[in-house]
């Protein structure tokens, strides 16, 4: 099972639920790694899904693993592409192209969630109508707030900015626009005290 | 009274200095000898004459270098000031209640002459005249907000109301306690306050809103908060704290009483007239414990405030390491008497500290 419980925390801490197949003309399902285990479950609630669905994912780290059991799904469309960067651009031409009754899942890491829910609200689609399921790793997008550079896949805490090198600590407060939690350097008031790092929940 | 401006600096060498004048109007935040979170608010409709309540938006000794000070954070960090573009709107409607404020309350340092949309704006103390257009952007050197709040004491920010709800979708901060409005900017008012300790339990920002959502146009509120800085720096950004955070450890017994400020926010809260929005202003007064201590009455109450103070408010305001040189330093002006209710220094009326 790759899902995992977070545990209660601060407000702007984006909250995960679990996808359920909704009415719509369209549906959008953007996912990442073990997230492909939600679309998944979705098509075999709704058998009827499929064909209005149009699926962007990135296998990262999953390989080949769960690429074959999406494409049996025949959904309308499928890309799977090597990162979530190079899929960008196809994700904000379909959000061009969308009209009223386009359901949006989001699936797998918070990094991809965060991200593909900043595409969507952009292109006008409230982040409240929109729905997400973590799976797979729990690495954080994380923004210095000293220079502002966003590292990604951060699984440490403390962990060094990959923009400017100071040590920051990770926080739970997290922006939607920036699509990123908050690190705050951790040695401010006592310079090269920096404290052992320990995995994200560990 | 004409104000003497003060020429003075928050950073380097720190030569910000309160007047006995400044002292005297201080904005002290405790009108009892203890302190827990509140939804203490207030009508904003003046206020004592001399003290910082009586105008809308006061004007002090510290404006003119607050100004260069905040010209310079922004020279070296734009994105202090950042407006979504939904917001220019009530960046106008601010402008607007900012220069008519000024001008009447202040008609010998603010002039505004309005002829429909053509303005005519005097800033005497930073020798500042305008001539523009309302609601054309092209004719001021920056946006309506970023131009008006350039010239005006205290960080802003601008909330949007929708969804039942209030948005942080634009602002100017650069006297900030210790938070970063590039990354709170578009968040709501639950989301932008998540990392306050308490309060949500206790239901304070649920009571909050519900207020801030039903403030009226010509019915501004306001309230006090609080916290402590280690010398008087405006800058407290959580973009420099990498820079700021090690003056913290710089207190000594002998310097606690110079050093250490207590910073007061005067925030307020107006309703604008064509956007709906409201902005809050949130104006930062800085005053050295010595300072506050000169007043009997404040130094009994500080000290008691300061010592029974939740440990996770201490924490949570960043100066729990410094809480005992504080307390220590505090203890020798708390004789033990009892104090007089509410904020003001009673003088007259309260006893000399005992020795």
């Given amino acids: 099972m790759s899902t995992f419980d977070f545990p209660p925390s601060i407000l702007s801490r984006p909250v995960y639920g679990r996808l359920e197949p909704r009415a719509g003309k369209s549906h959008m399902m953007i996912a990442d790694a073990e997230g492909a285990e939600a679309i998944l479950r979705l098509a075999a609630e709704d058998a009827t899904l499929m064909a209005k669905s149009n699926i962007l994912y990135i296998p990262g780290d999953t390989g080949d693993k769960y690429t074959s059991q999406l494409k049996a799904l025949k959904p309308k469309q499928l890309y799977v592409g090597p990162s979530y960067e190079a899929a960008v ?3 904000r031409r379909t959000l061009l192209d969308a009209h009223m ?32 399921e973590h799976h797979g790793s729990v690495a954080r997008r994380v923004q210095c707030v000293h220079c502002k550079g966003i590292t990604e896949d951060v699984m440490l805490d403390p962990f060094q900015c990959s923009h400017c090198g100071l040590n920051l600590f990770v ?23 920096v404290p052992a790092s320990v995995e994200l929940y560990s | 009274m004409t104000i003497q401006f003060n020429d003075e600096t928050f950073r380097g060498d720190y030569t910000f ?23 203490n608010m207030e009508q904003h409709q003046g206020g004592p004459e001399g003290s910082v309540y009586e105008k809308r938006f006061d004007v002090d000794e510290h404006y003119v270098s ?35 404020s000024k001008s009447e309350d202040y008609p010998d340092l603010f002039e505004l002459h309005r002829d429909g949309n053509h303005w ?45 709800n209030l948005w942080m ?60 800085t280690v010398n008087p720096l405006l800058d407290t950004s959580p973009e420099n704290y990498h820079k700021w955070g090690v003056q913290k ?99 007259d009326s309260e006893p000399p500290l005992q020795a």
């Fill in chain 2, 169 to 228: 979708d634009a602002g100017m901060v650069t006297t900030q306690a210790d938070w970063s409005l590039d990354f709170d900017i578009g968040m709501n008012f639950f989301e932008w306050h998540a990392p306050v300790p308490k309060a949500h339990e206790m239901g304070i920002f649920v009571r909050a809103l519900k207020f801030l959502l039903n403030v009226q146009q010509g019915s501004p509120a306001r309230r006090l908060n609080w916290t402590m």
């Fill in chain 2, 17 to 39: 200095k309160n007047s006995q004048w400044a002292i005297d109007r201080f904005p002290f935040p405790f009108h009892e000898d203890n302190y827990m979170y509140s939804v």
């Fill in chain 1, 89 to 91: 651009p196809r994700l």
């Fill in chain 2, 120 to 164: 005519h704006w005097i800033n005497k103390p930073m020798g500042i005249d305008q001539r523009f257009t309302f609601m054309d952007e092209t004719t001021l050197p920056y946006g309506p907000m970023e131009y008006i709040t350039r010239q005006t004491q205290g960080d802003f920010a601008v909330l949007d109301q929708r969804d039942d």
């Fill in chain 2, 249 to 347: 450890t710089t207190l000594t017994p002998e310097n606690v009483g110079q050093k250490q400020h207590l910073r007061v926010e005067l925030q307020t809260f107006f309703r604008l007239p064509r956007s709906n929005a409201l902005v809050f202003p949130i104006r930062c007064y800085l005053i050295a414990l010595e300072d506050v201590v000169s007043v009997p009455k404040w130094g009994r109450r500080l000290h008691r405030v300061i010592r029974d103070l939740p440990e996770e408010l201490a924490t949570y305001k960043g100066f729990i390491d410094n809480r005992p040189l504080i307390v220590d330093y505090l203890s020798k002006f708390d004789d033990g008497l009892a104090t007089s209710p509410g904020i003001w220094p009673d003088k």
């Fill in chain 1, 171 to 193: 926080r739970d407060h997290y922006s939607r626009r920036l699509a990123a939690f908050q690190g705050v350097c951790i040695d401010a008031e006592d310079p090269g005290n």
């Fill in chain 2, 66 to 100: 607050e100004m260069k000070d905040r010209a310079q954070v922004l020279a070296e960090d734009p994105l202090r000031c950042q407006s979504l573009p939904h917001m220019t709107l009530a960046g106008w409607d601010l402008l607007e209640l900012i220069m008519v």
């Fill in chain 1, 101 to 132: 009754g386009l359901q949006v899942y989001l699936a797998g890491t918070e990094g991809l969630m965060g991200q593909a829910m900043l595409e969507a609200t952009t292109a006008g689609i409230p982040h409240s109508a929109i729905q997400t």
